[in-house]
């Protein structure tokens, strides 16, 4: 009865390592979230909208009404509009993407009103307008693809991509250039100076090849393809060390005629020089193939 009672007073070291890991998880998450709404805001505020850069989204709309309409500040646009697409994206791309996508339309309102606050710009920061389409390019696009890894979108016309991207067989890089190729090509009205709309176009294309690009690096696995004679040991310390799974199947050297064991098993990349090691201490004759690959699907990595 003792024994009995000393067990039920235990907690599980599996169930509290599952449950601390999953903290960590969501932490990181959110880290990661915000962060991507930082870079997205800093970069439309400190060079896009100094410029009147308007390569897409609802902040390239913004940008061209404050220009059209001075008593409308760039930061109530992005929110009224944000609001009329989230009611749309909700409805369409289901509640938890539409909680998501709130929340990451109304910081990005709120840090570029913070910005308006404390760090009013009335003027470009530099006077080279390519070196800073270069930033905002880089740092919209980078942030917006951290937030779409994050499943969620900044709003707007991003709430758009997700939309083709659902319903159509395009990637999220094309779908952005579909709903943005408008609102660049806008500038070019809205602008006496047709720079601002040859750079604001330029921008826009930069962009779409950086998010698909951050997206698959991201996203990036590596494919293992083992050909061992110890394929047991390999398999425990891929199961219980990095807790992944594999697949083993028999097979015969060509040239030697002996048997040997194939291992296929997948790795995030900062797991592969782990795996890598441990293979070649366990085996030193085994011979690995090593492919790079951004599209995973399956249980552990992407459901769909």
């Known amino acids: 009865m003792s024994e009995l009672k000393k067990t039920k007073g235990r907690e599980n070291p599996s169930a509290v390592s599952k449950s601390e890991n999953k903290i960590k998880e969501r932490i990181k998450y959110w880290l990661f979230l915000n962060l991507g709404i930082l870079m997205l805001a800093v970069g439309i505020y400190f060079f896009k909208a100094p410029n009147g ?13 404050a220009k059209l309409f001075p008593s409308i500040s760039q930061a109530t646009c992005m ?10 994206g909700c409805v369409i791309l289901g509640k938890e993407c539409g909680v998501l996508t709130v929340y ?12 308006e606050y404390f760090i ?8 080279y307008p390519l070196m800073e389409l270069v930033y905002a390019v880089l740092l ?4 917006s693809a951290v937030i779409f890894k994050c499943n969620a979108s900044s709003g707007g016309t991003d709430i758009v991509a997700l939309i083709l991207k659902k319903y159509t067989e395009m990637n999220v890089g094309k779908a952005l250039l579909v709903s943005d190729a408008l609102i660049a090509a806008s500038t070019f009205f809205v602008y006496s100076n047709i ?27 590596k494919s293992f393809t083992i050909i061992t004679t110890k394929a047991e040991e390999i398999d425990a310390f891929i199961m219980k060390d990095m807790n992944h799974s594999a697949t083993v199947h028999k097979a015969k050297g060509a040239y030697s005629g002996e048997d040997r064991q194939i291992i296929i098993t997948v790795c995030r ?10 293979v070649k201490e366990i085996d030193p004759h085994a011979f690995i193939i090593i492919t790079k690959t951004s599209e995973i699907m399956g249980k552990g990595f992407r459901a769909n």
């Open 53 to 65: 850069f308007a390569t897409g989204g609802v902040s390239g709309i913004s940008i061209v009404i």
């Open 79 to 88: 929110l009224i509009i944000n609001v009329v697409l989230l009611i749309i």
């Open 104 to 115: 990451c339309s109304l910081v990005l309102s709120v840090e570029n009103w913070l910005f």
């Open 120 to 127: 009013p710009i009335t003027e470009p920061l530099t006077a």
């Open 140 to 143: 919209t696009g980078i942030g």
């Open 195 to 221: 720079e601002i709309g040859l750079f604001s176009m330029l921008g826009l294309f930069a962009k779409v090849f950086i998010v698909d690009d951050i997206l698959d690096s991201i996203n990036m696995c």
């Open 269 to 278: 990349v900062t797991e592969a020089l782990r795996l890598r090691k441990k």
